[in-house]
């Protein structure tokens, strides 16, 4: 079975920063491309950043220059390193990949940007 789980959510304060992480089954994330999304309350969800194979980066324009998606292999984890908060970032952020024909999610971290 394929699982993600997704930790390290929680309040923040405006200009803060937060490091988020996404424990994934077996060697999944050294093998296939990894992504971040994000749903806030009442909006879709919107792609935040992804990583390919090879450890190309790709960034929502939103966020770009602010976070920074890495991987850790040896651990089967995948980061979010998330600066310069804004209350807009404030939504429910879900790991994901795509693999056997699949888009398979994590259960989401919640993030609250706020004083």
């Known amino acids: 079975q394929v699982q993600l789980v997704e930790s390290g959510g929680g309040l923040v304060q405006p200009g803060g920063s937060l490091s988020l992480s996404c424990a994934v089954s077996g060697s999944i994330v050294s093998r296939y491309a990894m992504e971040w999304y994000r749903q806030a309350p009442g909006k879709q969800r919107e792609f935040v950043a992804r990583l390919y194979s090879g450890d190309i980066t790709y960034y929502s324009d939103s966020v770009k220059s602010r976070f920074t998606i890495t991987r850790d292999n040896a651990n089967n984890t995948l980061y979010l390193q998330m600066t310069s908060l804004k209350s807009e970032a404030t939504a429910v952020y879900y790991c994901?990949?795509?693999?056997?024909?699949?888009?398979?999610w994590g259960q989401g971290t919640q993030v609250t940007v706020s004083s």
């Open positions: 994901s990949v795509f693999m056997s024909a699949h888009q398979f």
